[in-house]
């Protein structure tokens, strides 16, 4: 691998505008990649995973220019390719190819599979019918098929035949970069390592760069030399593959490495569950994007809590910014929350619940314990439920969320180079660095 | 670098990678040599049609007097005499006189070739799948053979025949084979007795009350719905592909307003949108022909747009645009192909109507009573219904059945090209 | 969804201003015949061609300003003032009322029939697919829509009524307007109701048996009948009720043109004295405020149609977002 850079991309933003009315107000945006940066470099695979819904499919047409970019520059060897006009981007897209997900999608159903892959040679211009069909037949004999193939049409194929041919179409006009969006998703398990190998081996014979993109994690790590981890639009950690396996700097990619399903249950460690939805891309969270999920937020200054009591309490704290808490379930579902004592019987045979039953209940609902290690906390916890529960849902809510603040809420992080070697973006290498840097203060 | 390549054409230049770029974007691409003969036919054709249209055509006149400041003044332009009237083509016993209308539809006729029947010989493996499908439907083969037959007879036999002409000594003969008795008024060529007049095989169809002869009107009649079909189908196809692809494409306002116009031609009912323009403009076939093409492409217009909106969510549309094709090229080679289907189908159910419109209004008496068309004839056939039943009957039967044809077609190219059911 | 129908409404309203506009626009353009013949009128018994054409102008109004005439007409037609009738010496709005009832006496149970019987045969060759009865009906179908309506009214007076004598070669507008429900005006109605209601039967029945397809082959329909659901009950509960949203739009919109259009041919051929026929004769005798009259009659029920058609479509089909349209 040389050491120049191939691709190089940075602050690339692309905003979708939410528009209302017939004059297409816009009234919100929804911020599918909102500032990445990475780099490729000739013969490298670089991975993006993440959760469907992150932004990754949206890098990859943005940094083509298939849709065009909110913000930020895509250096391709040097040159900045948002500023090209469209002869020069005309002959960008022939050094940088892409591959899509759907194979029966992404193929004309009226054109043969020799047509298709001759498209980009004649777009190109290379007229002769007889020069294009020669290339193809050869090509397709080396992506695996029959140069028979070549006037059979896009039904005749099955699915892994049918990307081995866009592999084939991506390859034709010899680019040098390809971008494979889930290339190997669409299809079943056992094909997967056919079209991932042959991926391999085509990439080694013409030193091609790669950006492979995928939400599987098992794929990720047969293929790519460096692995992106994106969560809501931003990239959270870049490192190489096998590191970033072994020792992952970011908790949202150890709560992704947690969820491979391992078959073999000895090796089945502890799985980290999320809580909570992904929150939508037209309106992060503030702050660290993760924080509203992150088991290892960090705690406010002045009080301490056990992490996994810090983590339910923090889950309390948001379900109560969004309104006033369901008690009807609490009820239902936690009644013996706080003991027999505080269940009384009614007249019409229905059972009540006292409000420190109330307040169990609710407790038992967030995986809160009855008693807070930390007195202080638990004095303001106290407060705010009983608040809640009787009926005063605003200084509840506004009590926790004065004093809970976490300052992975008021500071975004940025990706930093960690201890370990790699970058990553989350406060708490911030603070292990800042303590190593500054030892005297606490 | 050339010599290089012509000895490894065997070898070497069939790899995707010994392609050199450089040398390709630096020469210029070699149109193939299809296209060439396509552009030269109709440049042929361009050509010829204006030399007539100088010499014979409707603005011929208004040019003359504009140039020379005067009527019945003569004058050349390129050495072509302006406004002659003499006939197009005037070779001894060859003499054509082409009308606009058979310009027209020469130049239908020639779309079609080029755009239709040259494709579907070029891809064999896919005309013989769709041929394939076609062919389960019996009453759709059936069809298509008598409507080759009726465009063959047509467009080729009136070329040779005279118009049918009056001739009072052969008035109102029955068919050949039936006899009528004589109180029906009419001369009568063959008598076999008094009473009971005969047909014979000179007008084997019979003749109406003038005398002229039904196998000839039919066969005329076959002429203009032929071209009245073709040629105003072909221009519905056209405008309306292009109305729906750009509405579909550059989406927006342009989008908006197109098919807000589309709905109000819509909401005016075909039928009485021709009634009043041919009541207002009172028209020749030709002009016939215009209203119907100018106006009668609204709700193909629609089907173009609905599929190319599909169509451009297709992955292959941006497949094709990460390949580094212009929006022009994936409209062409993308879009139109894809869209043809659901546009040969609307079409072909579409002719009918037009046939149909045609000969409705000529049976009112609203288009051109020169014109020997099938409606003409029919209505000229009610006044005597009960003596002679044959003169509205029969053109009726070759409409009907022509109409018939084109449903059972167009039902079958449905279920053959736009196969949604599994 | 109150704003849904208001605005759709509105555009309704907008569609019949510039069809009006449009109609003002053509006319503008096409030279007007009685202008050549009374020049040629004036030429022959020596008065002045010039003349003439001013006094012809002033009495009509044709040399105020493009304007004023416009709005004119407008209003006009807003009002409800469509003109004078040159060769029935009424207004033409009551010319066109007065031929109405014929219109429908012949109209009326067309639709009828060729709805219910048209549906109905569909639903059932839906259920029955590829059944003789299904072959059959299809076949019918192709017939109906095929065969030209104005040809076939012909056919069918040719057969039964020179030749068989079973039905009236000439329609009695007497017996129309004193015995309206009787058994011989039925006898002369007979004929055209059949022509009318063969072509709408052939469209009903076909878009009945395609739309109804489309749910017998759906998913639930089998889940229904795994259920063990079977017969009427089904049918009604699982097939009707769907199909029932694209059938009703079909019933006003694109069979409402082609019905009006064959109710003229048919009045023209019987001998009707319904609108259909009234524009025919103005047509003839180039009466051209009763054409434009008759024409906007069918114009404007398809204007009404559609617009009954869209709200109905969005109020039967709850998957509908009454949101961008």
Request: hydrophobic share 45%.
């Given at each position: 691998?040389s050491?120049?850079?191939?691709?190089?991309v940075?602050?690339?933003?692309?905003?979708?505008?939410?528009?209302?009315?017939?004059?297409?107000?816009?009234?919100?945006?929804?911020?599918?990649?909102?500032?990445?940066?990475?780099?490729?470099?000739?013969?490298?695979t670089?991975?993006?995973?993440?959760?469907?819904?992150?932004?990754?499919?949206?890098?990859?047409?943005?940094?083509?220019?298939?849709?065009?970019?909110?913000?930020?520059?895509?250096?391709f060897?040097?040159?900045?390719?948002?500023?090209?006009?469209?002869?020069?981007?005309?002959?960008?897209?022939?050094?940088?190819?892409?591959?899509?997900?759907?194979?029966?999608?992404?193929?004309?159903?009226?054109?043969?599979?020799?047509?298709?892959?001759?498209?980009?040679l004649?777009?190109?211009?290379?007229?002769?019918?007889?020069?294009?069909?020669?290339?193809?037949?050869?090509?397709?004999?080396?992506?695996?098929?029959?140069?028979d193939?070549?006037?059979?049409?896009?039904?005749?194929?099955?699915?892994?035949?049918?990307?081995?041919?866009?592999?084939?179409?991506?390859?034709?006009?010899?680019?040098?970069l390809?971008?494979?969006?889930?290339?190997?998703?669409?299809?079943?398990?056992?094909?997967?390592?056919?079209?991932?190998?042959?991926?391999?081996?085509?990439?080694?014979?013409?030193?091609?760069?790669?950006?492979?993109?995928?939400?599987n994690?098992?794929?990720?790590?047969?293929?790519?030399?460096?692995?992106?981890?994106?969560?809501?639009?931003e990239?959270?950690?870049?490192?190489?593959?096998e590191?970033?396996?072994?020792?992952?700097?970011?908790?949202?990619?150890?709560?992704?490495?947690?969820?491979?399903p391992?078959p073999d249950?000895r090796?089945?460690?502890?799985?980290?569950?999320?809580?909570?939805?992904?929150?939508?891309?037209?309106?992060?969270?503030?702050?660290?994007?993760?924080?509203?999920?992150?088991?290892?937020v960090?705690?406010?200054?002045?009080?301490?809590?056990?992490?996994?009591?810090?983590?339910?309490?923090?889950?309390?704290r948001?379900?109560m910014?969004?309104?006033?808490?369901?008690?009807?379930?609490?009820?239902?579902?936690?009644?013996?929350?706080?003991?027999?004592g505080?269940?009384?019987?009614?007249?019409?045979?229905?059972?009540?619940?006292?409000?420190e039953g109330l307040?169990?209940?609710?407790?038992?609902?967030f995986?809160?314990?009855?008693?807070?290690?930390?007195?202080?906390?638990?004095?303001?916890?106290?407060?705010?439920?009983?608040?809640?529960?009787s009926?005063d849902?605003?200084?509840?809510?506004?009590?926790?969320?004065?004093?809970?603040?976490?300052?992975?809420?008021?500071?975004a992080?940025?990706?930093?180079e960690?201890?370990?070697g790699?970058?990553?973006?989350?406060?708490?290498?911030?603070?292990?660095?800042?303590?190593?840097e500054?030892p005297?203060?606490? | 670098?050339?010599?290089?390549?012509?000895?490894?054409?065997?070898?070497?230049?069939?790899r995707?990678?010994?392609?050199?770029?450089?040398?390709?974007?630096?020469?210029?691409?070699?149109?193939?040599?299809?296209?060439?003969?396509?552009?030269?036919?109709?440049?042929?054709?361009?050509?010829?049609?204006l030399?007539?249209?100088?010499?014979?055509?409707?603005?011929?006149?208004?040019?003359?007097?504009?140039?020379?400041?005067?009527?019945?003044?003569?004058?050349?332009?390129?050495?072509?005499?302006?406004?002659?009237?003499?006939?197009?083509?005037?070779?001894?016993?060859?003499?054509?006189?082409?009308?606009?209308v058979?310009?027209?539809?020469?130049?239908?006729?020639?779309?079609?070739?080029?755009?239709?029947?040259?494709?579907?010989?070029r891809?064999?493996?896919?005309?013989?799948?769709?041929w394939?499908?076609f062919?389960?439907?019996?009453?759709?083969?059936?069809?298509?053979?008598?409507?080759?037959?009726i465009?063959?007879?047509?467009?080729?036999?009136p070329?040779?025949?005279s118009?049918?002409?009056?001739?009072?000594?052969?008035?109102?003969?029955?068919?050949?084979?039936?006899?009528?008795s004589?109180?029906?008024?009419?001369?009568?060529?063959?008598?076999?007795?008094?009473?009971?007049?005969?047909?014979?095989?000179?007008h084997?169809l019979?003749?109406?009350?003038?005398?002229?002869?039904?196998?000839?009107?039919?066969?005329?009649?076959?002429?203009?719905s032929m071209?009245?079909?073709?040629?105003?189908?072909?221009?519905?196809?056209?405008?309306?592909?292009?109305?729906?692809?750009?509405?579909?494409?550059?989406?927006?306002?342009?989008?908006?307003?197109?098919?807000?116009?589309?709905?109000?031609?819509?909401?005016f009912?075909?039928?009485?949108?021709f009634?009043?323009?041919?009541?207002?403009?009172?028209?020749?076939?030709f002009?016939?022909?215009?209203?119907?093409?100018?106006?009668?492409?609204?709700?193909?217009?629609?089907i173009?747009r609905?599929?190319?909106?599909?169509?451009?969510?297709?992955?292959?549309?941006?497949?094709?645009?990460?390949?580094?094709?212009?929006?022009?090229y994936?409209?062409?080679?993308?879009?139109?192909?894809?869209?043809?289907?659901?546009?040969?189908?609307?079409?072909?159910?579409?002719?009918?109507?037009?046939?149909?419109?045609?000969?409705?209004?000529?049976?009112?008496?609203?288009?051109?009573?020169?014109?020997?068309?099938w409606?003409?004839?029919?209505?000229?056939g009610?006044?005597?219904?009960?003596?002679?039943?044959?003169?509205?009957?029969?053109?009726?039967?070759?409409?009907?059945?022509?109409?018939?044809?084109?449903?059972?077609?167009?039902?079958?190219?449905?279920d053959?090209?736009?196969?949604?059911?599994? | 969804?109150?704003?849904?129908?208001?605005?759709?409404?509105?555009?309704?309203a907008?569609?019949?201003?510039?069809?009006?506009?449009?109609?003002?626009?053509?006319?503008?353009?096409?030279?007007?015949?009685?202008?050549?013949?009374?020049?040629?009128?004036?030429?022959?018994?020596g008065?002045?061609?010039?003349?003439?054409?001013?006094?012809?102008e002033?009495?009509?109004?044709?040399?105020?300003?493009l304007?004023?005439?416009y709005t004119?007409?407008?209003?006009?037609?807003?009002?409800?003032?469509?003109?004078?009738?040159?060769?029935?010496?009424?207004?033409?709005?009551?010319?066109?009322?007065?031929?109405l009832?014929?219109?429908?006496?012949?109209s009326a149970?067309?639709?009828?029939?060729?709805?219910?019987?048209?549906?109905?045969?569909?639903?059932?060759?839906?259920?029955?697919?590829?059944?003789?009865?299904?072959?059959?009906?299809?076949?019918?179908a192709?017939?109906?829509?095929?065969?030209?309506?104005?040809?076939?009214?012909?056919?069918?007076?040719?057969?039964?009524?020179?030749t068989?004598?079973?039905?009236?070669?000439?329609?009695?507008?007497?017996?129309?307007?004193?015995?309206?429900?009787?058994?011989?005006?039925?006898?002369?109605?007979?004929?055209?109701?059949?022509?009318?209601?063969t072509?709408?039967i052939?469209?009903?029945?076909?878009?009945?048996?395609?739309?109804?397809?489309?749910?017998?082959?759906?998913?639930?329909?089998?889940?229904?009948?795994?259920?063990?659901?079977?017969g009427?009950?089904?049918?009604?509960?699982?097939?009707?009720r769907?199909?029932?949203?694209?059938?009703?739009?079909?019933l006003v919109g694109?069979?409402?043109?082609?019905?009006?259009?064959s109710?003229?041919?048919?009045?023209?051929?019987?001998?009707?004295?319904?609108?259909?026929?009234?524009?025919?004769?103005?047509?003839?005798?180039?009466?051209?405020?009763?054409?434009?009259?008759?024409?906007?009659?069918?114009?404007?029920?398809?204007?009404?149609?559609?617009?009954?058609?869209?709200?109905a479509?969005?109020?039967?089909?709850?998957?509908?977002?009454?949101?961008?349209?």
């Amino acid at each position: 691998m040389s050491a120049r850079t191939l691709l190089e991309v940075k602050g690339l933003k692309k905003h979708y505008p939410i528009t209302q009315g017939v004059l297409k107000k816009e009234v919100g945006r929804v911020r599918a990649v909102d500032g990445v940066d990475f780099s490729v470099s000739p013969g490298e695979t670089l991975g993006i995973v993440g959760e469907s819904g992150c932004g990754k499919s949206t890098v990859a047409t943005s940094l083509l220019r298939l849709e065009e970019p909110t913000a930020g520059d895509v250096l391709f060897e040097g040159e900045d390719i948002t500023t090209y006009d469209k002869a020069e981007l005309k002959r960008f897209r022939r050094r940088a190819q892409m591959i899509f997900q759907d194979p029966t999608a992404s193929f004309d159903p009226r054109m043969s599979i020799g047509e298709s892959v001759g498209e980009p040679l004649l777009i190109h211009g290379i007229s002769d019918r007889n020069r294009r069909r020669e290339i193809v037949k050869d090509l397709l004999e080396r992506v695996g098929l029959s140069a028979d193939d070549i006037d059979r049409y896009p039904h005749e194929f099955s699915g892994g035949q049918k990307q081995r041919v866009a592999l084939a179409r991506a390859l034709v006009v010899n680019p040098e970069l390809i971008v494979a969006d889930e290339p190997v998703s669409a299809l079943d398990v056992s094909i997967q390592a056919d079209i991932l190998s042959l991926m391999n081996d085509i990439q080694a014979e013409f030193d091609l760069a790669m950006l492979f993109i995928s939400h599987n994690l098992g794929v990720i790590r047969e293929v790519c030399d460096r692995v992106a981890v994106m969560y809501l639009g931003e990239i959270v950690e870049i490192a190489p593959t096998e590191e970033l396996f072994s020792n992952p700097q970011h908790p949202y990619t150890r709560a992704l490495l947690g969820s491979i399903p391992q078959p073999d249950p000895r090796q089945r460690g502890e799985s980290i569950t999320l809580s909570g939805d992904v929150p939508s891309p037209s309106n992060p969270p503030a702050g660290c994007r993760f924080h509203t999920r992150c088991p290892d937020v960090i705690p406010p200054e002045g009080y301490e809590f056990e992490q996994r009591h810090w983590r339910s309490v923090q889950d309390l704290r948001q379900r109560m910014r969004k309104g006033p808490l369901d008690l009807e379930t609490v009820r239902t579902a936690h009644s013996d929350a706080a003991g027999d004592g505080h269940v009384q019987t009614a007249e019409d045979g229905q059972s009540v619940l006292d409000d420190e039953g109330l307040k169990a209940g609710i407790r038992e609902e967030f995986d809160i314990p009855q008693r807070l290690s930390d007195d202080e906390a638990e004095d303001v916890l106290d407060r705010a439920l009983t608040a809640e529960v009787s009926d005063d849902h605003e200084s509840g809510r506004d009590l926790l969320d004065e004093e809970f603040q976490t300052p992975c809420e008021q500071t975004a992080p940025e990706l930093r180079e960690t201890s370990a070697g790699w970058e990553a973006a989350c406060l708490l290498h911030d603070e292990q660095r800042q303590r190593v840097e500054q030892p005297a203060d606490d | 670098m050339m010599a290089a390549d012509t000895d490894n054409t065997r070898r070497g230049s069939s790899r995707f990678e010994d392609i050199d770029w450089n040398e390709v974007e630096q020469r210029s691409g070699s149109r193939p040599l299809l296209t060439t003969i396509k552009l030269g036919s109709f440049a042929l054709f361009g050509l010829l049609a204006l030399y007539d249209a100088i010499r014979n055509g409707p603005f011929a006149e208004w040019l003359l007097e504009y140039i020379s400041g005067g009527p019945q003044a003569e004058y050349t332009v390129l050495g072509i005499e302006v406004a002659t009237g003499a006939p197009t083509f005037d070779f001894g016993s060859f003499v054509w006189d082409v009308t606009g209308v058979d310009w027209l539809f020469v130049a239908t006729l020639m779309v079609m070739f080029w755009y239709a029947v040259v494709p579907l010989a070029r891809n064999p493996r896919m005309t013989r799948y769709y041929w394939r499908q076609f062919r389960k439907n019996r009453a759709a083969v059936i069809s298509m053979v008598y409507l080759v037959v009726i465009f063959l007879v047509g467009t080729i036999v009136p070329l040779f025949i005279s118009v049918p002409t009056s001739n009072f000594q052969a008035q109102l003969l029955p068919p050949v084979f039936t006899t009528v008795s004589t109180a029906a008024g009419g001369d009568c060529l063959v008598q076999v007795t008094d009473s009971v007049c005969r047909g014979t095989m000179a007008h084997p169809l019979g003749t109406t009350r003038d005398g002229r002869d039904i196998l000839k009107l039919v066969i005329f009649g076959m002429r203009v719905s032929m071209q009245i079909g073709l040629i105003a189908t072909l221009m519905n196809i056209v405008i309306a592909t292009a109305i729906g692809a750009s509405a579909a494409y550059m989406g927006g306002w342009v989008d908006e307003l197109l098919m807000r116009y589309v709905d109000i031609q819509l909401t005016f009912p075909q039928f009485f949108l021709f009634l009043l323009l041919s009541y207002l403009f009172e028209p020749s076939l030709f002009l016939l022909i215009m209203i119907f093409g100018l106006f009668g492409w609204g709700g193909i217009s629609r089907i173009v747009r609905s599929e190319a909106l599909q169509r451009t969510e297709e992955e292959y549309f941006k497949a094709a645009q990460s390949a580094g094709a212009s929006p022009l090229y994936v409209v062409r080679r993308h879009v139109v192909p894809n869209v043809s289907n659901s546009i040969i189908t609307a079409a072909t159910l579409a002719i009918p109507g037009l046939i149909l419109a045609e000969a409705a209004f000529a049976f009112l008496g609203l288009s051109d009573p020169t014109i020997p068309s099938w409606g003409t004839t029919i209505s000229a056939g009610r006044n005597y219904l009960g003596t002679a039943w044959w003169v509205a009957t029969i053109p009726g039967l070759f409409l009907f059945f022509t109409i018939l044809a084109f449903n059972f077609i167009g039902d079958a190219l449905r279920d053959a090209l736009d196969p949604r059911q599994e | 969804m109150r704003w849904y129908v208001i605005r759709r409404v509105a555009w309704a309203a907008v569609v019949a201003f510039v069809i009006l506009t449009i109609t003002f626009l053509f006319l503008e353009i096409t030279p007007d015949q009685q202008v050549a013949q009374l020049q040629f009128q004036a030429a022959q018994s020596g008065g002045d061609p010039e003349a003439a054409l001013d006094a012809y102008e002033q009495r009509r109004g044709l040399n105020q300003p493009l304007w004023d005439r416009y709005t004119e007409y407008v209003t006009n037609y807003v009002q409800g003032n469509w003109g004078w009738s040159d060769t029935r010496s009424e207004p033409v709005l009551d010319a066109i009322v007065a031929s109405l009832p014929y219109s429908i006496m012949y109209s009326a149970p067309s639709i009828v029939i060729s709805t219910v019987v048209g549906m109905g045969i569909g639903l059932y060759s839906a259920l029955n697919q590829y059944t003789k009865t299904d072959y059959a009906a299809t076949f019918v179908a192709f017939f109906g829509i095929s065969i030209p309506n104005f040809w076939f009214g012909i056919m069918l007076l040719l057969i039964f009524g020179e030749t068989l004598g079973w039905f009236p070669i000439i329609f009695q507008t007497s017996i129309a307007d004193t015995q309206t429900f009787s058994l011989a005006n039925l006898r002369q109605l007979f004929l055209p109701i059949v022509v009318l209601s063969t072509g709408a039967i052939a469209g009903n029945m076909r878009y009945a048996r395609a739309e109804a397809l489309e749910y017998v082959r759906a998913e639930f329909v089998k889940t229904a009948r795994a259920k063990g659901a079977t017969g009427w009950r089904m049918l009604s509960r699982h097939i009707l009720r769907p199909t029932l949203v694209p059938l009703s739009t079909l019933l006003v919109g694109d069979l409402l043109g082609l019905l009006l259009a064959s109710s003229l041919l048919v009045e023209v051929v019987f001998g009707i004295p319904g609108v259909g026929r009234l524009s025919y004769d103005a047509i003839i005798n180039q009466d051209t405020d009763l054409v434009l009259g008759t024409v906007f009659i069918p114009v404007f029920i398809s204007v009404v149609g559609n617009l009954l058609q869209d709200i109905a479509y969005t109020v039967l089909d709850p998957r509908i977002s009454y949101g961008d349209r």
